[in-house]
Nanobody
Framework: EVQLVESGGGLVQPGGSLRLSCAAS????????MTWVRQAPGKGLERVST????????FYEDSVKGRFTISRDNVKNTVFLQMNSLKSEDTAVYLC??????????WGQGTQVTVSS
């Protein structure tokens, strides 16, 4: 069974940092591009960052460039999102997902990030 389990969210003050993790199981993790998306209250899904099979970041949403860093560990089957200089507008539920070549999508349950003083 494919599982994606996010963790690392929480309440942080503006300017603070968090490191999100997405632990994968049930599939060959190293075979898939992985993506972090977020959904802010009352808004739609927004792609945050994508990472290639080999670990090269291939996409950052403009507002997170220079502040967020995506990485992966293909031994531990985990993708990370290091978030620095957090702003109130980063408040959202953060989810990881991947899409197979046949078009199936698999999502985690998400982890809440709240940036507030």
């Amino acid at each position: 069974e494919v599982q994606l389990v996010e963790s690392g969210g929480g309440l942080v003050q503006p300017g603070g940092s968090l490191r999100l993790s997405c632990a994968a199981s049930g599939f060959t993790f190293s075979d898939y591009v992985m993506t972090w998306v977020r959904q802010a209250p009352g808004k739609g899904l927004e792609r945050v960052s994508t990472i290639s099979l080999s670990g090269a970041p291939t996409f950052y949403e403009d507002s997170v460039k220079g502040r967020f860093t995506i990485s992966r560990d293909n031994v531990k089957n985990t993708v990370f999102l290091q978030m620095n200089s957090l702003k109130s507008e980063d408040t959202a539920v953060y989810l990881c997902y991947f899409r197979t070549t046949s078009g199936s999508e698999y999502w985690g349950q998400g982890t809440q990030v709240t940036v507030s003083s």
